[in-house]
């Protein structure tokens, strides 16, 4: 719908699968939804689809309920968060959510949508992501792919409207992935009516009970 061309991550997870890697994880935390991603393995069930985006926003996909289709159903999962959403909505969806279903899927490689347009400076987004959170995002995903698949892990960078968040972001990435140990951030609490909490319940409502663990620190 206009941002890319060629979707890469969806290019490369299909070549992983033609190599004989069965399953794979995408997480994408570009701020817009990756409702072309979503489309491309909504059916597939040995992709797993995690996509974290400010909601409601362009392109108007990714609610709660859209969990795949068909024999794929279960293995997408949407977090949308509320404008204005920052390092603690960020870290604690990954934390409660994305470490819980990527442990229960068991992916044989980890593809990252790296977006850098949910950082507080970004013109075209209204998110408040610092570098510390995509530290702490690349420091779990990493810890998570070092745990599952052996570190196969590969972030794709998309979008960023901000030089500053880019730089931030991107820096911040790199840190996480070259440390001799990938940094740990501190537990994010839920406390009952905050945003965080209002997602994952939503998150785990949307999932039931098919995913052990899911909402859990």
């Not at 061309?5 to 935390?29: K, S, T």
């Not at 990252?112 to 995002?137: C, K, Q, T, W």
């Not at 406390?191 to 009970?209: F, I, K, M, N, Y």
Request: one cysteine or more.
């Amino acid at each position: 719908m206009g941002f890319c061309l060629f979707n890469n991550v969806a290019i490369a997870a299909r070549a992983a699968q033609a190599e004989g890697i069965e399953r794979v994880l995408i997480f994408d935390w570009d701020v817009h939804h990756g409702n072309g991603t979503q489309h491309s393995f909504e059916t597939d069930p040995n992709v797993f689809y995690v996509s974290a985006h400010q909601f409601p926003f362009y392109p108007g996909t990714g609610s709660f309920g859209e969990v795949g289709i068909g024999r794929g159903e279960g293995t997408t999962l949407n977090i949308p968060l509320p404008a204005g959403a920052g390092d603690t909505e960020y870290v604690g969806a990954v934390q409660r959510l994305v470490l819980p279903a990527a442990r229960a899927f068991k992916p044989e490689l980890i593809l990252i949508s790296a977006g850098f347009d949910a950082h507080r400076d970004d013109p075209l987004a209204e998110m408040n992501v610092s570098a510390e959170g995509y530290l702490a995002m690349a420091g779990a995903m990493r810890t998570a792919a070092d745990e599952l698949c052996g570190g196969r892990l590969a972030f794709i960078l998309e979008g960023g409207y901000a030089l500053s968040g880019l730089r931030e972001g991107i820096e911040a990435t790199l840190a996480a992935t070259l440390a001799p140990i990938p940094p740990v951030a501190e537990a994010v609490g839920a406390p009952e009516g905050t945003t965080l909490r209002q997602v994952v319940d939503q998150v785990v409502a949307a999932h039931g009970s098919s995913i052990p663990d899911l909402g859990s620190s």
